[in-house]
């Protein structure tokens, strides 16, 4: 079994619709978790970053963190179809260690 | 504009073959990794460098070998003993040498296939 599980789609939203994405992952020890958007042939670009447990905002995302259940969302409103992409979600132990990546969740906007 | 540049965008190997994949940043970060991603897989660690001559294997580091000579670069070359190299590699930069304090920024990407 894999550390953190990603659901890999493709997820279809018509455009303005909420997108919702999440990993649930089997090591209590992870810590820092972020969120990765990445377009086709491109690199991951970093979306949101969060410590520990609770919510973050910015802009048109949100980022939930539930560590009791080992959960992790991104929630994008008002999607566009520059949404469409494949978003990886990424966790970290306590500094000095590395980041596991899930295996990505492509998403699809349409017009 | 800073960033991470990694070149070639596109590369070929034939069997028996090494081939090294440049990645450079202007972002004055300490810490630079290399990741493999394979369809569905997600990124798997390789290498990751936290300081100048200075570097230690990842997850997956067999039939690959890098260098750290100066800051700004992060050499990385696919030898002939990975079987299996289809795949696009990602260079990373962050600038916490400890992993997890500061995020990591990505490159675009140098896609390798087998001729």
């Known amino acids: 079994q894999k550390e953190v599980e990603q659901d890999p789609g493709p997820l279809s939203v018509p455009e303005g619709a909420i997108v919702s994405l999440n990993c649930t992952y089997s090591?209590?020890?992870?810590?820092?978790f972020m969120w990765y958007r990445q377009y086709s042939r491109k690199g991951p670009e970093l979306l949101m970053y969060t410590y520990s447990s609770g919510n973050k905002e910015d802009g048109r995302f949100t980022a939930q963190v539930d560590k009791s259940s080992k959960y992790i969302s991104l929630f994008i409103r008002d999607s566009q179809p520059s949404d469409s992409a494949t978003y990886l979600c990424?966790?970290?132990?306590?500094?000095?260690?590395?980041?596991?990546f899930g295996g990505g969740t492509r998403v699809l906007v349409k017009p | 504009d800073g960033g991470i540049t990694q070149s070639p965008k596109y590369l070929f190997r034939k069997e028996g073959q090494n081939v090294t994949l440049s990645c450079e940043q202007n972002l004055n970060h300490d810490a630079m990794y290399w990741y493999r991603q394979d369809p569905g897989q997600g990124l798997r660690l390789i290498y990751y460098s936290q300081i100048v001559n200075d570097f230690q294997k990842g997850d997956i580091a067999e039939g690959y070998s890098v260098s750290r000579e100066k800051k700004e670069s992060f050499p990385l070359t696919v030898t002939s003993a990975q079987k299996n190299p289809t795949a696009f590699y990602l260079c990373?930069?962050?600038?916490?040498?400890?992993?997890?304090?500061?995020?990591?920024?990505f490159g675009d990407g140098t896609r390798l296939s087998i001729l």
């Open positions: 090591n209590s020890a992870f810590q820092y």
């Open positions: 990373a930069s962050s600038s916490d040498r400890a992993f997890g304090n500061q995020p990591q920024h």
């Open positions: 990424a966790m970290s132990k306590a500094a000095g260690n590395k980041l596991t």
